[in-house]
């Protein structure tokens, strides 16, 4: 019969489940993924159906369930599986048991860790970094995750937050208004996360107003604005409110996202080339903080931010400027996505 280890990853908005061959840690079955909100009356019952589904599963097919390892953003103590903080979920208390609740809703033994480990552990079981000894691992996302693992074994450090470099302080030549997420000034997920890319284009949009001889931005015509829409009136103030706030190159600049700033920059938008320039020198001196601190035999990079050509390219060039001596260590993209943290999280257990 086989063995099989229910994985999960949860997340803020979405959570990603899977079943994985206890033997070989390939993923024998992936579960639908659920959208759930983050906030942790939606986020419970988003874990228990998946986790339901996913036993329903392996009965069906007979496989025996050995454990279920689990991987969620945040601070997590461990072995307890207690999640003590975690940016991205709105949990009514500041501690939740996690482990103790998903014991109970799967009949197994179960471990809980941090995502960014559950990460560097399935990269270093199947993936890139998988024959080097010294390895740091970086996500960038949303904010910025951190993991440092030895042959293959986490190195936790005596509160399990070993590798949060994301709350480690660069000074970048240009600072933003805004902190990070936990209050604290000048920290390099301020600077070198997604966040950041939107936080520039927002405060470098206010800096250059360009407005065509009619008043208005160039770019009204991309905005959405019928001529005779009954919503003419409240976009319309939505975009003179902008406009009256600093003169915004693009009136959606307040809300775009990161995929319509790469493309602005491939449309050569002056603006969106600035800010993802100055994302990338932020994470530059990053890594060069880590080369120098920890001189790994590799920074494995992973997160939804590394699709972004504009952002990776030249990454490495650009941190050999913030080196004072030449460093081996090579930077890696990750090439197992998703399937890094729920192969990682069926190696707790």
């Known amino acids: 019969m086989t063995k099989v280890i229910l994985s999960l990853d949860i997340g803020g908005t979405k959570i990603n489940g899977a079943l994985v061959?206890?033997?070989t840690l390939r993923i024998v079955y992936r579960a639908k993924k659920i959208s759930s909100k983050p906030h942790q009356k939606q986020l419970l019952p988003a874990i228990a159906a998946t986790v339901d589904a996913l036993r329903a599963q392996a009965q069906q097919h007979r496989w025996n369930l050995i454990g279920c390892g689990a991987v969620v953003a945040g601070q997590v103590w461990w072995p307890s599986g207690v999640v003590r903080w975690s940016p991205n979920i709105n949990m009514r208390k500041r501690v939740f048991p996690l482990r103790r609740w998903l014991a109970n809703r799967c009949h197994a033994p179960t471990m809980v860790d941090n995502d960014v480990h559950g990460f560097l552990l399935g990269e270093c079981a199947l993936g890139s970094t998988r024959t080097y000894p010294l390895v740091v691992a970086i996500t960038l996302?949303?904010?910025i995750g951190g993991a440092i693992a030895l042959d293959g074994q986490l190195i936790r450090?005596?509160?399990?937050?070993a590798g949060e470099f994301g709350h480690t302080t660069i000074f970048p030549p240009n600072g933003l208004p805004k902190r990070c997420a936990d209050g604290l000034p000048g920290h390099f997920e301020q600077y070198g996360s997604g966040q950041a890319i939107r936080q520039w284009y927002r405060l470098l949009s206010k800096q250059t107003p360009l407005l065509s001889s009619s008043g208005l931005p160039p770019p009204l015509a991309r905005v959405g604005v019928p001529r005779g829409?009954?919503?003419d009136k409240r976009r319309g103030s939505r975009?003179?409110?902008?406009?009256?706030?600093g003169g915004f190159h693009d009136p959606r600049s307040v809300s775009l996202t990161t995929f319509e700033i790469e493309q602005r920059w491939y449309d050569h938008d002056p603006i969106a080339i600035a800010a993802v320039a100055n994302v990338r020198s932020a994470i530059a001196q990053g890594l060069a903080n880590i080369m120098i601190g920890l001189n790994p035999d590799a920074i494995i990079l992973g997160g939804?931010?590394?699709r972004?050509?504009?952002l990776i390219h030249g990454l490495n060039a650009e941190v050999g400027t913030f080196l004072p001596f030449p460093v081996k260590t090579k930077i890696l993209l990750s090439k197992l996505g998703d399937d890094a943290q729920l192969i990682?999280?069926?190696?707790?257990?």
Request: charged share 20%.
């Open 344 to 349: 990682g999280a069926a190696t707790l257990v």
């Open 229 to 231: 829409s009954s919503n």
């Open 21 to 23: 061959d206890a033997k």
């Open 304 to 306: 939804g931010l590394i």
């Open 239 to 245: 975009i003179k409110s902008a406009m009256t706030n």
């Open 141 to 143: 996302g949303t904010g």
């Open 157 to 161: 450090g005596v509160e399990n937050k």
């Open 308 to 310: 972004m050509k504009p």
